[in-house]
């Protein structure tokens, strides 16, 4: 499973860049807004400049017609275009600007998706990617990962080239949980990742190993 950064924070995307596992950068306009960006074009060539060579770069448009839209995912194709794809509602007009990006060769990740219909469509349409919100269904008493399982299912079922990316990721558990499921992506706040990589004993190991090798007086030159 691929892990994507749920961030427009640079800082964050340069230290997951620098662990070497981060295979992409997911945004929207919270999350833009949230750091205070005002140039959308600007961060998204950041991010390009930072990340692996192609590595996708999720950009929200903030249109509600298909016709704009599929306009503004062109234009920001034009930004990056080995790392852009274009993030669009999955609605009727999300669809149908869906069809006409993935035509002409853009690549389509459908957010906000609550249903398996909703992803059966968004494959369809030519989503390249779908992003089930689990942490937002968990919040109202639904099971998000059951989502993922139930895409995963229905894609496998008739080769739907479309990748599943379980997404609104709360805690490290759902990254296991999606791993496990064989969801091809996970993305994830950076806060996420810090707690992935901590264990109480790999701290503990790593401390009374410097302290044994202090007090060896070896050299290890």
Same mark, same amino acid.
Request: hydrophobic share 45%; glycine share 6%; with cysteine.
């Given at each position: 499973?691929?892990?994507?950064?749920?961030?427009?924070?640079?800082?964050?995307?340069?230290?997951?860049?620098?662990?070497?596992?981060?295979?992409?950068?997911?945004?929207?306009?919270?999350?833009?807004?949230?750091?205070?960006?005002?140039?959308?074009?600007?961060?998204?060539?950041?991010? #390009?400049?930072?990340?692996?060579?192609?590595? @996708?770069?999720? =950009?929200?448009?903030?249109?509600?017609?298909?016709?704009?839209?599929?306009?503004?995912?062109?234009?920001?194709?034009?930004?990056?275009?080995?790392?852009?794809v274009v993030k669009l509602p999955t609605s009727a007009?999300?669809?149908?600007?869906?069809?006409?990006?993935?035509?002409?060769?853009?690549? =389509?990740?459908?957010?906000?998706?609550?249903?398996?219909?909703?992803?059966?469509?968004?494959a369809h349409a030519g989503a390249a990617f779908v992003? @089930?919100?689990?942490?937002?269904?968990?919040?109202?008493?639904?099971?998000?990962?059951?989502? =993922?399982?139930?895409?995963?299912?229905?894609?496998?079922?008739?080769?739907?080239?479309?990748?599943?990316? #379980?997404?609104?990721?709360?805690?490290?558990?759902?990254?296991?949980?999606?791993?496990?499921?064989?969801?091809?992506?996970?993305?994830? @706040?950076?806060?996420?990742?810090?707690?992935?990589?901590?264990?109480?004993?790999?701290?503990?190991?790593?401390?009374?190993?410097?302290?044994?090798?202090k007090t060896s007086g070896a050299s290890n030159q």
């Amino acid at each position: 499973m691929k892990l994507f950064l749920d961030t427009a924070n640079i800082a964050e995307i340069r230290k997951g860049a620098a662990m070497g596992v981060v295979h992409g950068v997911t945004t929207n306009p919270s999350l833009v807004a949230k750091e205070g960006h005002k140039d959308y074009q600007s961060v998204v060539r950041q991010i #390009a400049a930072i990340i692996p060579a192609g590595a @996708p770069i999720s =950009v929200e448009v903030v249109s509600d017609t298909a016709a704009q839209m599929a306009a503004d995912g062109k234009r920001f194709f034009k930004w990056a275009p080995e790392n852009v794809v274009v993030k669009l509602p999955t609605s009727a007009e999300g669809l149908q600007a869906t069809r006409e990006l993935a035509d002409s060769g853009i690549r =389509v990740n459908m957010t906000l998706c609550f249903s398996a219909n909703q992803a059966l469509l968004a494959a369809h349409a030519g989503a390249a990617f779908v992003s @089930p919100f689990v942490g937002r269904l968990d919040d109202i008493g639904h099971d998000g990962m059951a989502l =993922v399982k139930d895409i995963l299912d229905i894609y496998s079922n008739y080769e739907f080239k479309t990748e599943v990316i #379980a997404a609104s990721i709360r805690h490290p558990l759902h990254c296991v949980q999606a791993a496990r499921m064989g969801a091809h992506i996970a993305t994830i @706040p950076y806060k996420v990742l810090e707690q992935m990589l901590k264990h109480p004993l790999t701290d503990i190991g790593i401390e009374r190993f410097l302290a044994d090798w202090k007090t060896s007086g070896a050299s290890n030159q």
